[in-house]
């Protein structure tokens, strides 16, 4: 199913448009349309990836966030030593 489109209008420096257009000849994209919304999801896709490397980070200085990783390795440590012996037994 293909998403609504809305028109609208932007202002973006000459440089730009021209290095789009330059690309839509080279086969980069199918327009200057194509092309825009190619670097807007490209664009949301890296806020979103930094917004989970934040989170990430935000985490490892987390002190009971640590504690509780601690503590499931712990529970898990003789789990992961079965499956290594048995994968090496393979």
């Known amino acids: ?14 440089e730009l448009l021209e290095a789009t257009d330059k690309a839509v000849l ?6 200057r349309n194509d092309f825009m919304v190619q ?7 890296a806020q979103k990836r930094a917004a ?3 989170a990430l ?5 987390d002190p009971d966030y640590q504690a509780e990783v601690l503590k499931l390795e712990t529970e898990f440590a003789a789990a ?5 012996l048995l994968e090496e037994s393979l």
């Open 80 to 84: 992961q030593w079965e499956a290594f």
């Open 26 to 31: 080279e086969g980069k994209a199918r327009s």
């Open 1 to 14: 199913m293909k998403a609504e489109s809305v028109r609208t209008t932007l202002a973006i420096p000459r």
């Open 39 to 45: 670097a807007i999801r490209r664009e949301l896709a």
């Open 52 to 54: 989970i490397d934040a």
């Open 57 to 61: 980070t935000e985490m490892a200085c």
